[in-house]
């Protein structure tokens, strides 16, 4: 497991693992899966964009982990459906 925290991600990292990324949006993935381009690699949180776009929200952490999870042990699953999170705000 390697964790990238942040809002951007030193592409180092990514690019001697062999998997895509693009500067600006991240770590690219399976819209679904969460996999990378590069074989048992996944990728969560700030460090991925899905479909061109950064997923730059902590909500939507634990259902990643829970299809990645899945994916991994080779459970039947519907797959990730991104949906960015409401943003609350305080007064």
């Known amino acids: ?5 942040g809002l951007t991600v030193d592409e180092q990292l990514p690019a001697a693992a062999g998997v895509e990324f693009d500067r600006r949006t991240g770590i690219v993935v399976d819209a679904t899966t969460l996999r ?3 074989a048992n690699i996944y990728a969560i949180g700030d460090c991925m ?3 061109g776009v950064a997923c730059r ?4 952490l634990r259902a ?12 039947e699953h519907s797959g ?3 949906k960015p ?5 305080k007064k």
């Open 36 to 38: 990378t381009n590069a």
């Open 1 to 5: 497991m390697i964790a990238s925290t």
């Open 57 to 60: 929200y902590v909500a939507p």
């Open 49 to 51: 964009s899905i479909n």
């Open 80 to 82: 990730y459906d991104h």
């Open 64 to 75: 990643q982990a829970a299809t990645i999870a899945d994916d991994i042990l080779g459970h």
């Open 85 to 89: 999170p409401m943003i609350r705000l």
